[in-house]
């Protein structure tokens, strides 16, 4: 699967990610679209370093796109996580 594809999977994953993980605050559509790129990226990396899988199947296939979802939810759960630091911080300050 070419990087294109990956891409693409990785908008759809980043959105279906966004409403896993937060179904109140929404990073706004440019950085979901981006984290969700990024996630499914290193969710198929990870996929061929871990399970020595050399190409996933392909872009309709179930394990490609749990790999995409898989790695734009971790990615994204990151985010809140380093958000949720940040802003606790800024609270405790005023």
Do not use: Y
């Amino acid at each position: 699967m070419g990087i294109i594809a990956w891409i693409v999977l990785g908008i759809i994953a980043g959105a279906i990610a966004e409403h896993l993980i937060s179904r109140r605050e929404s990073h706004g559509i440019i950085i979901t679209c981006l984290i969700g790129v990024a996630g499914a990226l290193l969710g198929g990396w990870l996929a061929t370093k871990l399970f020595h899988v050399h190409s996933l199947q392909g872009f309709f296939n179930i394990s490609t796109w749990i790999t995409a979802l898989a790695g734009s939810t971790v990615l994204l759960g990151a985010v809140h996580l380093v958000e949720g630091q940040r802003g606790g911080r800024r609270s405790v300050r005023r």
